[in-house]
């Protein structure tokens, strides 16, 4: 997500990182290891975005969301829907 500045992406990303794993957020990962000694505070997990899955179009949400369980059939994976 946008933010304001590395530091604002870092300490909210860590903040996020109390409760979940999941982050593609750098500076989130570099805080947690430089602060608090967490080697590996959390990983990047499949994800989906908004125009990735809009684009298959209303009718086809349904398939939108079995290609993406298809292609990451274990683990982890956020979906998006609308």
């Known amino acids: 997500r946008g933010v ?6 870092a300490t909210g990303g860590a ?8 982050s593609d957020t750098m500076a989130a990962l570099m805080l947690s290891k430089n602060f608090y000694g967490e080697p590996c505070a ?5 994800a989906s975005e908004h125009s990735t899955m809009t ?12 290609n993406m369980l298809t ?4 683990g982890i994976v956020a979906c998006v829907s609308d």
């Open 4 to 9: 304001s500045s590395v530091e604002s992406a």
């Open 15 to 22: 903040g996020h990182l109390v409760n979940f794993l999941g």
């Open 42 to 46: 959390g990983f990047s997990i499949p």
């Open 55 to 66: 684009s298959w179009g209303k009718e086809k949400e349904v398939q939108a969301m079995r």
């Open 71 to 74: 292609q990451y059939p274990k």
